[in-house]
């Protein structure tokens, strides 16, 4: 089993910064991948950040580019997103999700956390 537990959420003002935390735990695990998708209030959940770890490659959302930065700490098992000058339109609910190797060939199999509110508001 794995678990993924997040922090780091609340309220900003727009043009500020916050950093979301997830911390990964559970039993032999290797990750194969962690990410941040966010889902507004009436709207799909989308991708707003990835970490391969294979190569240590990365990916963003085109709204977050240059923006928010992914990054991962392996001695901690923790992941974080660090996101710099907040718009409005970032406020959604954050999921921090991770794609665990299940030791059969390739696969993987999806664990998600519970998900952490951001809002940037005056």
């Known amino acids: 089993q794995v678990h993924l537990v997040e922090s780091g959420g609340g309220l900003v003002q727009p043009g500020g910064s916050l950093t979301l935390a997830c911390a990964v735990s559970?039993?032999?695990?290797?990750?194969?991948?962690i990410g941040w998708y966010r889902q507004a209030a009436g709207k799909q959940r989308g991708l707003v950040a990835l970490?391969?770890?294979?190569?240590?490659?990365?990916d963003y959302a085109d709204s977050v580019k240059g923006r928010f930065t992914i990054s991962r700490d392996n001695a901690k098992n923790t992941a974080y997103v660090q996101m710099n000058d907040l718009k409005p339109e970032d406020t959604a609910v954050y999921y921090c999700?991770?794609?665990?190797?299940?030791?059969?060939?390739?696969?993987?199999?999806?664990?998600w956390g519970q998900g952490t509110q951001v809002t940037v508001s005056s």
């Open positions: 970490f391969n770890s294979i190569g240590s490659t990365t």
């Open positions: 999700h991770a794609a665990v190797y299940t030791g059969i060939r390739s696969s993987a199999d999806d664990y």
């Open positions: 559970g039993t032999r695990f290797t990750i194969k991948s």
